[in-house]
Each structure stands twice: as C-alpha cells, then as structure tokens.
C-alpha cells in the first residue's frame, strides 16, 4: 500500500502570461501526508511560484496538482480559495497580518472565514489561539496589541498561530524567517517544526538559506526537479 500524501504534482507546467518560456515544468513533486519538507533554489528559481500551484492560488497550464486528497486542477478559482482556506495555512515572507487588528484576533481570522477550520478545534477558538499563542512564545499581554505594535519576531511567531489554528493538514512557509537573525531562525524553525508534529500536518517550508535545511527530513531543490531551469543564482 502507497503512504497518503500530502502534495502530489505531475507533469506540471505553469508560464507566467505574456512570458516566452515556462517559468516551471515539474515532472513530479510529492510530499506524503505528516512530511517536513525543505524546498530550496535561488532567487528567480520559481520558489514562490511553485507555493502559489500547491496552494490553488494559480492554476498550471498543463499537469495535475492533488493536495489532501483533492485535484485542485479540477477545481474553478472560487472552489480552490475555499479550500485554501479550510486545509493550508499559509505564513508569508511579510506575515501579511492585519495591522489594526489585535494580535489574538490575527491568529483567530482563519477561524471566521473557513468554518472547517472552527469545526476542527474542541472548545472554544479563542482557548486554542491562546494555547497555540503560548506554545510560540506569545505572552498573554501581547494577545491584546494591535500586530502593528509587534517586534519582527513576534509577529512572526502570530502568523505561525494563525497558520495553525484549527489544524490545516498541510502548512506552506515562504521564506518566513528571513527578517530575523541566525538564532531566531533556528528556533523558530524548531517550534514550526514541533506543531506540525504535534497537529499532524505536513509542513513544505521554502527558504534560499541552505542552513536551515538540517532541521528538515527531506530537501527538495527546485532546480533539480524543474526541467524549464529558471532562476538567477543571485545570492
Ligand atoms: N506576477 C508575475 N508575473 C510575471 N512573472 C512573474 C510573476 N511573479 C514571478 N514572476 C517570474 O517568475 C519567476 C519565478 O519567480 P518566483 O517569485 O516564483 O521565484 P522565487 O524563487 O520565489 O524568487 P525569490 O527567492 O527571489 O523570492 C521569475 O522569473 C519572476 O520574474
């Protein structure tokens, strides 16, 4: 019997409109269910690209993308923001966090916009924002600040909260520790590392910092796995 996986691309090709060459053609890119991953490549390499594929936000031109179960290419926009929505948490290079909303409303938004992602918890949301908050190392006093009035790291940490909440079965990171110094780094990574565990999702964290990669059980680099060979090798 196959393991379930998480993530399972084939044959896939996505151009950038307007562009006269492909920006990815991927043979095949599975990551199975509970799997950390480490996908790396240099800047223009299509990193984010890729992300944007697995998480229904654009659709390929040719091949398959399944994540959880469910063809997402078979899938019209609206059905794929829907599912986005319910079964990835997404942390963003810049956090994308809401400035004026509290730090405890940021982590429960999923919450009022996916209902699965509610339906998932026992209890209450805002117990589990708070238990998740304590986990990453959120003081209670924080909960109640506007994420504007957060340091780097912190609002780092309420996006991890908000990607976890009500237990998404696959997390994607774009280059979430790139604003913090070496040791931060690693922590973060550790306690990324140690909910996934613990919740069960699989975990396809992207970063052009090779020394992360220790941390992970498998490393992708895209390069290697993307036949239309973009990227500008700048760093
Ligand atoms: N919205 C867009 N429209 C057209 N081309 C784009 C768009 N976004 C990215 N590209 C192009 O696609 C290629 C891959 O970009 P992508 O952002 O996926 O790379 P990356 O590996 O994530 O880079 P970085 O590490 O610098 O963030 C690049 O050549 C880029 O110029």
């Known amino acids: 019997m196959t393991a379930p996986q998480a993530v399972v691309l084939e044959d896939v090709v996505f151009a950038w409109p307007g562009a006269d060459a492909p920006c990815l053609d991927v043979p095949e890119l599975c990551i199975a269910a509970g799997e950390s991953v480490f996908l790396h490549g240099p800047s223009g390499s299509g990193k984010s690209t890729l992300l944007s594929?697995?998480?229904?936000?654009?659709?390929p031109q040719q091949g398959r993308v399944a994540v959880l179960d469910t063809e997402l290419?078979?899938?019209?926009?609206r059905a794929r923001d829907a599912f986005r929505a319910d079964h990835i948490g997404f942390i963003f290079q810049l956090f994308n966090l809401v400035p004026y909303l509290s730090a405890l409303d940021n982590i429960l938004l999923p919450c009022r916009f996916a209902p699965s992602r509610a339906a998932r918890i026992d209890g209450a949301p805002t117990d589990e924002a708070r238990r998740l908050a304590a986990r990453l190392d959120l003081h209670e006093a924080l909960l109640a600040r506007p994420a504007a009035q957060l340091s780097v790291g912190q609002q780092q940490r309420v996006a991890a909260a908000r990607a976890l909440i009500g237990r998404p079965g696959l997390i994607v990171a774009d280059e979430p520790t790139s604003a913090l110094d070496a040791d931060r780094q690693q922590g973060f990574v550790d306690l990324l590392l140690g909910e996934c565990a613990a919740s069960g999702a699989s975990l396809l964290f992207v970063s052009h910092d090779e020394r992360l990669a220790t941390h992970f059980a498998r490393q992708v680099a895209l390069p290697e796995i993307n036949r239309a060979g973009a990227g500008e090798d700048e760093r």
């Open 53 to 59: 594929l697995i998480g229904g936000v654009l659709s």
């Open 73 to 77: 290419t078979a899938l019209r926009m």
